[in-house]
């Protein structure tokens, strides 16, 4: 593959486009409105995959060496320039959307760029990527709304239920790679709390998000309730499993179960 394309990372930028289609299917946005948007999204996607490879260039250097940057195949000085340029017509693009989908781009535009030179290896690198996961669903409401309109749209719901979804499977995540952030001298939950009590609390996150799960059953229709009663019962077994890798890949795999549901109960 071109090593530039590694960089971008198609798999993730194609799930945050998913992810605000789910959006736009939400808030009913209107087609001719879609084009803008999921350009703007996928770039400041892609932009974001690229720093964060820029800034972990050393700790890749021994974990993957294979990657573009510690390979290299591609310069540290042209992966910088790559992600500016993407990151610059992904905000151009988005100016042109409306301003509050901008600012919001904006907003996270710096916040990845924080996240992978600061944030990443710390307590605050779960919520902020976690967050980073669950803006892609409220974007959609803001290309012909407001922040005010977040309060009462569905799309709210999924990206609370995303949120804590994605946070509990991050400090699992973190609990997993224990052995190797310690060697790094990083400040993840799991070392400053301690592995069974961020264990803990990666399920007390998952719980939380299972619950919303079921709040926002009335919200939609039958199919969905079934549906979201499948993804409800997983979670509870999640929460019974005490092989930390298997909860969080099970964790991930009920993620896209939801996003699944919502979108199969808003097509029939």
């Known amino acids: ?83 500016f340029v993407l990151s610059l017509a992904g905000l151009t693009i988005s100016f042109f959307v409306s301003l509050n989908f901008f600012i919001l781009a904006l907003f996270n535009s710096i916040l990845i760029f924080l996240y992978s030179k600061k944030f990443k290896k710390t307590v605050f690198g779960n919520p902020i990527d976690s967050w980073l996961a669950c803006s892609v669903f409220l974007a959609p409401v803001l290309i012909l709304g407001d922040f005010s309109e977040l309060l009462t749209s569905k799309a709210t719901i999924l990206s609370i239920i995303a949120f804590f979804g994605n946070y509990g499977r991050e400090i699992l995540k973190d609990v997993e790679d224990i052995r190797g952030d310690r060697i790094e001298k990083a400040r993840t939950l799991p070392i400053v709390i301690g592995k069974n009590r961020a264990t803990i609390l990666g399920k007390i996150m998952i719980f939380i998000g299972a619950i919303f799960l079921l709040i926002s059953c009335p919200l939609f229709s039958k199919l969905y309730l079934f549906l979201s009663l499948i993804c409800f019962i997983f979670c509870i077994y999640i929460l019974t499993i005490r092989d930390v890798r298997k909860a969080q890949r099970i964790t991930k795999l009920v993620m896209f179960l939801v996003i699944f549901s919502f979108l199969i109960s808003l097509l029939f």
């Open 1 to 83: 593959m071109n090593p530039y394309l590694e960089l971008v990372r198609l798999n993730i930028c194609l799930l945050s486009v998913f992810g605000l289609i789910v959006g736009f299917l939400l808030v009913k946005l209107p087609l001719n409105f879609w084009i803008l948007p999921i350009l703007a999204v996928f770039l400041i996607s892609a932009s974001g995959n690229i720093i964060n490879d820029f800034f972990d260039f050393e700790i890749d250097k021994i974990n993957k060496p294979e990657r573009p940057l510690p390979s290299g195949r591609v310069s540290k000085k042209r992966a910088f320039i790559f992600y």
